[in-house]
């Protein structure tokens, strides 16, 4: 049990800020975070580019830098500014990377 | 120096020399051109085909764009990566990192070029795409080089090489001719003005020469009997001359007369000659001559042997100076304490009319016959030179 916890704490501990920051509030706007990310993957390509434009948005939303549609940045509004911190909000960020990312998954 | 390289230098050798000279620089820069020209060639035509190339692999491209397109709309469902066999692929993310790929060797993509050939005989064709699907920014598309091409492009280089090669050739050829021409017809102009002078010479340095022996000194008063000997002097000189020349262009004429000379005879004989020119110089002999010393020769060649290294040992030695004249059995040696020679020079000595010292008189051919007979007889002559302090000739054969 105490093994099963020792790997378990890791894992949430790393996950917690983008499942309680990110997937909440996106499920509840009923918003897809993997359409985002592919849109993100379709304007910035690479890892770090994607993941530089993720920092940058979250931490100060305009709609310049927004890849979502005109469409949805009017009926839900841009999202407000992140109140995590550095370390978290980069740790979000890979959480949400290593969720979505293409590498290893093609066939 | 020995001579055994250095005998008669002719029209034909010096023509040929010129002629390999030119046409070995000229065949270097025929080759060069052809290179480049192959080079040009061979390169214009890769360049053809990858351009032929080029347009079904753009059709390729655009097919696996169109794949890629959907695969990145419906990823959640559908994960298979569009393929052909007809062409393979691969897909690259801005920072050139590989996201899939179905290539021989995805490792050595060029993706800063367009479409080129890989060491293993594919054709790579790199598009850079402005929406990227599924991250991609640069698509691979790969096909086998049809090596068609390769094989015509070299069997053109080489026949057409080859038959421009051998033109060019010809024409090198007969440009070597013309060049030569010039050289060739001064130097048959050169021998034609010696034979003509030589023929004109030998009636009245005769005349000259009997008339002086008629005279007799003691009837005469002491400066005409100087000015006698003086022009006895240049009356031998000419002689000498006149000997030489005629050798030089009627030797192969003359069919030669081979016994066996008594050397010792001849070479004193030959001193006796010359002394009166060395007198003139204040020069004295010293020698050393073995008595009863016989070689098989021609006799008139071997005193044109023994004259060129006594009248050169005369004309290069300083005044005061001494002639060493040494014969033994296998061995004649000739020394005189004048201007010598440099190592270069001393190379040199046995060229026809190669001259160290033009204040002195003579046309530069007298080693050049000590060489020719020498040649002809199996003698081994060498010098042994010192600028400034003297030359000494030895010639050497060998004693049955």
């Known amino acids: ?107 | 120096m020995s001579a055994s390289n250095a005998t008669a230098t002719n029209i034909s050798r010096s023509e040929k020399r010129t002629l390999f000279r030119f046409l070995g620089l000229y065949t270097f820069l025929v080759v060069l051109i052809l290179g480049l020209g192959s080079t040009i060639y061979y390169n214009l035509q890769k360049d053809l085909m990858l351009q032929t190339k080029r347009l079904e692999l753009e059709e390729f491209s655009k097919e696996l764009i169109d794949g890629l397109k959907l695969l990145h709309i419906y990823f959640d469902r559908y994960r298979t990566y569009p393929r052909n066999p007809l062409y393979r692929s691969a897909i690259y993310d801005a920072d050139k990192v590989l996201i899939f790929s179905t290539l021989k060797d995805p490792k050595g993509v060029r993706l800063d070029k367009v479409i080129y050939t890989t060491p293993k005989h594919q054709i790579q064709y790199i598009h850079v795409l402005d929406s990227y699907y599924l991250g991609a920014k640069y698509v691979v598309v790969e096909i086998d080089e049809d090596r068609a091409w390769f094989y015509t492009a070299w069997r053109n280089i080489l026949l057409g090489g080859g038959a421009l090669l051998a033109l060019f050739l010809v024409a090198g050829i007969l440009l070597a001719r013309l060049l030569v021409a010039p050289m060739k017809e001064a130097m048959s102009l050169l021998d034609r003005f010696i034979k003509d002078t030589t023929h004109e010479l030998n009636t009245p340095v005769g005349a000259i020469l009997s008339n002086i022996e008629l005279i007799r000194p003691e009837r005469l008063d002491s400066s005409t009997a100087k000015k006698i000997r003086r022009i006895e002097i240049a009356a031998r000189t000419i002689s000498n001359i006149y000997k030489d020349l005629t050798y030089l262009t009627l030797h192969h004429q003359i069919a030669s007369d081979n016994q066996d000379v008594d050397m010792s005879a001849l070479v004193h004989e030959r001193i006796e000659y010359f002394r009166i020119l060395a007198e003139s110089k204040r020069i004295t002999f010293q020698t050393d001559i073995a008595p009863r010393i016989t070689l098989h020769i021609d006799a008139s060649k071997a005193a044109r042997l023994i004259d060129n290294l006594l009248s050169n040992a005369v004309k290069y030695n300083r005044r005061n100076g001494t002639i060493r004249v040494m014969l033994k059995e296998g061995e004649l040696r000739v020394a005189d304490t004048g201007i010598g020679m440099d190592e270069t020079a001393a190379k040199e000595a046995f060229k026809r009319y190669k001259r160290f010292d033009t204040a002195v008189g003579g046309f530069g051919i007298g080693l050049n016959i000590v060489a020719m007979i020498a040649k002809e007889y199996g003698l081994r002559v060498e010098i042994v030179s010192q600028k400034g302090k003297g030359t000494e000739v030895i010639v050497q054969w060998r004693v049955s």
């Open chain 1, 1 to 107: 049990m105490a093994r099963f916890l020792m790997l378990l704490i890791p894992l949430i501990v790393t996950a917690g800020p983008y499942r309680y920051n990110c997937v909440a509030c996106h499920q509840r706007r009923n918003l897809s975070l993997e359409a985002l990310f592919f849109d993100y993957l379709l304007k910035y390509s690479s890892e770090r580019r994607v993941k530089a434009a993720l920092y940058s948005f979250i931490k100060h939303p305009t709609k310049k830098k927004a890849v979502a549609s005109e469409d949805v940045i009017k009926r839900e509004g841009l999202m407000p500014q992140t109140t995590l911190n550095d370390t978290d909000l980069r740790k979000a960020i890979n959480t949400y990377w290593e969720k979505y990312k293409v590498f290893g998954k093609i066939r």
